[in-house]
């Protein structure tokens, strides 16, 4: 590296560390959150901070510098704003697209007029939520909430109900918060109080319930109100089963498995929008579902889908015998780690819940592979109208930057990555273009997703909108600014 490259890093590093009390001081003072290109810069390291610019290139094909992106953070903390989001990458675009000769301190303030001063958004927060089960899905679930909660304004997680394993109960359950062989350290301090039943994570006081019954607690008696109460055991599907969980305290309830019967399934980014607010219960489907409808509903806008099949190559779960041993499931009993398992998928016929209008007949099926964590699915797609690769890959790459589904479809065209490097992907799904196979009115897509980390986002996102704790991105742009629609939890 040169002398001139190396000042050149290094005045870079400097400008990130400059951003980093500004963004954090608008984060916790105001509930300002800072992103971009989507990218949360809330809570992120120097490197990270300029990791993310470099992400730019994938936009306009050039990397967005610092010291391009650093003036308009300046101005930004001498606004009077309400709690929003601020997508740095999407104002410097709207500026050199259309700052008609003013500085950027007249351009950002009138861009934020609309939430600073006498226009701030009042704070729609916090809203207490409850964990009902600690598994793979909770304790991640309890990542991203505690991640959440510095401004004040959102979501806070106030208890979780467990059944006691033994006198040693909340140690290890605080441990397998702490330390994830699959997604590393928790970024962040963890206490354990046996005497109150209390784990306290980044000053986050989370009470451990314990009890086998849900209609035998009084989550009021916690100093609960008005929750919102996430159940990741899968235990109860239907109704009726879940509504047990609408005790004095909680006012709706989410399942983190695919709903039966009538209750709604969610994909976030596809259907959330469209659901009763008024109603109590919901799921959040799958974690499959939530990755194959986004590019099912972007291929079906554009191109019409005729029909096609949905082949899952999934990671193997806790549903798994880790040796040969008796399974309610024919082949699920067999040896997690040491074979490849064929089984079936609900994922397919879960997508008419979600696409109501989808005409399409989809077929499914799903083989069990011995990784962790991170799936692929495989859409073999009959289009209603031929086209090509090219054309293709460039539509889903503008849906990954923006409209409705960039919050939840990625896009990568590295031609080296493989399932790990998708671990902690905060997409439902990322669209893998070498992979990709167009031929006339056949195209097939390779759909990556983290089947834990990405899931748990979404589940987030959709309880946030349940919740009513969202608040909007600006500038607010349409497609044509080039830039990508924020999402919550990013």
Not at 165 to 192: P, Q
Not at 358 to 386: C, H, W
Request: charged fraction near 25%.
């Amino acid at each position: 590296m040169s002398t001139e490259q190396l000042d050149r890093w290094n005045a870079q590093e400097a400008a990130a560390e400059a951003m980093i009390p500004i963004i954090g001081t608008l984060y916790r003072a105001k509930g300002v959150t800072i992103l971009l290109h989507s990218r949360s810069l809330v809570n992120k390291s120097v490197i990270s901070i300029l990791r993310t610019h470099r992400f730019a290139r994938q936009i306009g094909g050039e990397e967005l510098s610092v010291d391009e992106t650093l003036p308009f953070l300046q101005v930004i903390s001498r606004l009077d704003l309400g709690p929003c989001k601020i997508d740095l990458g999407q104002l410097v675009a709207a500026f050199h697209a259309d700052g008609r000769g003013r500085s950027v301190e007249e351009f950002t303030t009138s861009v934020l007029a609309e939430v600073s001063d006498g226009n701030k958004a009042p704070s729609q927060g916090p809203r207490d939520v409850v964990l009902y089960g600690f598994g793979r899905i909770g304790r991640l679930v309890t990542r991203l909430l505690i991640e959440k909660a510095g401004s004040g304004n959102g979501l806070t997680l106030r208890a979780v109900v467990v059944r006691k394993g033994g006198e040693d109960d909340l140690a290890k359950r605080a441990s397998l918060l702490r330390r994830d062989s699959v997604h590393g350290h928790f970024n962040g301090t963890i206490k354990v109080d046996t005497d109150n039943d209390t784990i306290t994570a980044n000053g986050n006081v989370i009470k451990f319930i314990y009890s086998d019954d849900p209609t035998a607690i009084d989550y009021t008696t916690y100093g609960i109100d008005n929750a919102i109460l996430i159940d990741n055991t899968g235990r109860w599907r239907d109704r009726a089963g879940l509504e047990q969980h609408l005790r004095p305290g909680i006012a709706k309830v989410v399942l983190t498995a695919p709903g039966k019967g009538d209750v709604p399934n969610i994909v976030h980014g596809v259907n959330h929008r469209d659901q009763d607010l008024s109603q109590q219960v919901f799921s959040c489907a799958s974690c499959t579902t939530n990755a194959i409808v986004p590019p099912l509903k972007a291929m079906d806008d554009e191109f019409g889908i005729a029909r096609g099949h949905v082949e899952t190559v999934h990671s193997f779960t806790n549903d798994q015998n880790l040796l040969d041993n008796y399974h309610k499931a024919d082949r699920r009993g067999r040896s997690a780690p040491f074979n490849l398992v064929l089984t079936e998928t609900g994922a397919a016929s879960a997508v008419a819940k979600a696409m109501p209008d989808f005409k399409a007949k989809i077929t499914g099926n799903s083989i069990r592979v011995p990784t962790p964590d991170v799936s692929v699915a495989i859409l073999n797609l009959q289009l209603e109208r031929e086209t090509t690769k090219e054309d293709v890959l460039a539509y889903l790459r503008g849906v990954s930057l923006a409209g409705p589904l960039s919050r939840n479809l990625d896009y990568t065209a590295a031609t080296d990555v493989v399932s790990s490097d998708f671990i902690g992907s905060r997409a439902a799904s990322i669209i893998d273009a070498n992979a990709t196979i167009v031929e006339g009115d056949t195209a097939i897509l390779y759909v990556w997703y983290d089947n834990e980390f990405g899931y748990s986002c979404q589940v987030v996102r959709t309880v946030q909108y349940i919740s009513g704790i969202e608040y909007p991105t600006y500038p607010q742009l349409g497609a044509s600014a080039g830039s990508r629609e924020l999402t919550e939890v990013r």
